[in-house]
């Protein structure tokens, strides 16, 4: 059976600044300090991006003193990954199959 791709994470996903966001927490766990340094966005702006991150179950928070550090949950990445790669075989194998018009 052909599992769906969840469009709500590929919304999520599909923001050019929380996708840079994902990809420098794939590399390490930051803390907000961190990503404001890194991708030069205004401290609230990344605050709301990681909270809509946060929502969608992508990444984890951890409490360190007073600051927050934010990992990425790679489970979420194998799922998604996992569904495009199932919808890539079921083209594969669709091949030349094509349906008649009425």
């Not at 923001?15 to 991708?39: G, K, N, S, Y």
């Not at 790679?74 to 009425?102: H, I, Q």
């Amino acid at each position: 059976m052909l599992m769906s791709v969840d469009a709500d994470l590929i919304r999520v996903l599909a923001d050019p600044l929380r996708l840079q966001i994902v990809t420098l927490l794939a590399r390490e766990t930051l803390c907000t300090t961190h990503l404001v340094e890194e991708t030069g966005a205004r401290q609230t702006n990344l605050s709301n991006h990681l909270r809509v991150l946060r929502e969608a179950g992508v990444v984890d928070t951890e409490p360190c003193g007073r600051f927050t550090y934010y990992r990425l949950r790679p489970e979420v990445m194998d799922s998604l990954a996992g569904r495009f790669a199932e919808l890539a075989e079921s083209a594969r194998t669709a091949g030349g199959k094509k349906r008649a018009c009425p």
